[in-house]
Nanobody, 120 residues
Framework: QVQLVESGGGLVQAGDSLRLSCVAS????????MGWYRQAPGKQRELVGCISNGGSTNYASSVKGRFTISRDNAKSTVYLQMNSLKPEDTGVYYC??????????????WGRGTQVTVSS
């Protein structure tokens, strides 16, 4: 099973930027779509965005234009660049591996998450 480890979270002010990273174990990273999710206190986990193995991306409307997902297959790493952060972006951010090449494949593996806190 793929193991995923997120990093890069922290406490920032509104308007700041953060870049999250997720490193995957195993040799199949380049063949998998990867997703980023978040969970705010008292709320359900929600999709932030996803990137296919070929680099196609999609985003939640709440982050479109502010967040960017990218991947480096040579490093088995997926990134989430977050700009113009808002207090409502606060939550635990999780990396997710899909079972196939595109974002519509089912969820396969999850990381443990990294906390992002945005103060106003």
């Amino acid at each position: 099973q793929v193991q995923l480890v997120e990093s890069g979270g922290g406490l920032v002010q509104a308007g700041d930027s953060l870049r999250l990273s997720c490193v995957a174990s195993g040799s199949t990273f380049s063949m998998k779509a990867m997703g980023w999710y978040r969970q705010a206190p008292g709320k359900q986990r929600e999709l932030v965005g996803c990137i296919s193995n070929g680099g196609s991306t999609n985003y939640a409307s709440s982050v479109k234009g502010r967040f960017t997902i990218s991947r480096d297959n040579a490093k088995s790493t997926v990134y989430l660049q977050m700009n113009s952060l808002k207090p409502e972006d606060t939550g635990v951010y999780y990396c997710n591996s899909k079972s196939g090449t595109h974002c519509y494949y089912q969820d396969y593996s999850w990381g443990r998450g990294t906390q992002v806190t945005v103060s106003s």
